[in-house]
């Protein structure tokens, strides 16, 4: 994936139920998200409107970096959505949005070559990769049943059950921080991989690394999200413990 997209809608479950002095965390957390999200969303409209000299698209730049690496059993399609781009590892498709697939643009080839180097991580079972889609199970059962067992704990004073419901959102964070490397080590493959094939002068790999890093950026601001989240639990388990 080009940008994470938070866990707001499941981690942030029980939200609207507690609005006690720690909802701070979950603000913060939320206005880091939405502060790196906008920052990707600039910086991708800044280079897509700067055309790539080899005048290849997105898709053109994709078969040539994924050729290049050995690479001819991953198929390139379209997908609707805005910053939508992602490798599906179980169907070996990469997947670009419409300003992607087919535009001529420094922040299309970047994005496209983000999503090559998912691509090569899968082919080379890259080792945080492989630990990441390990931890898919346990990282969805965990963002969503964390809340509810942890409210359970909290309004029964239950502490065995507020203490799994920090468990279980640990396993949520934990994907979280193991997804960091993977999608930095992708933009970093990426740009080396623009070089190499020559899709990219040396100049316009700037811009692709503005767009890489402010993408990086929003996955960053979701594991702090996700930590402050954490921390809250802890403040509030913690409260009504002292409080008993
Ligand atoms: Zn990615």
Known sequence: MLLSYGYYGRMG?????????TMIFVLIGLVLSLMASGMVKSTFAKYSRVRSMSGLTGAQAAERILHRAGIYDVSIARVSGH???????RTKTLRLSEA???AASVAAVGVAAHECGHAIQHQQRYAPLVLRSTLVPAANLGSSLAWPIFLIGLIASLPALTTAGILLFGLAVLFQLVTLPVEINASRRA???LESTGVLGHTENKGVKKVLTAAALTY????????L?????????GGRRSND
């Open 229 to 237: 989240q954490l921390v809250r639990l802890l403040v509030l388990a």
């Open 100 to 102: 992607t697939y087919g």
């Open 220 to 227: 960053v601001a979701s594991l702090a999200a996700s930590i």
């Open 83 to 89: 910053l939508t781009d992602h490798y599906d590892p």
């Open 13 to 21: 479950y029980g939200m609207g139920m507690f609005f006690d002095p």
């Open 191 to 193: 740009v080396g991989l």
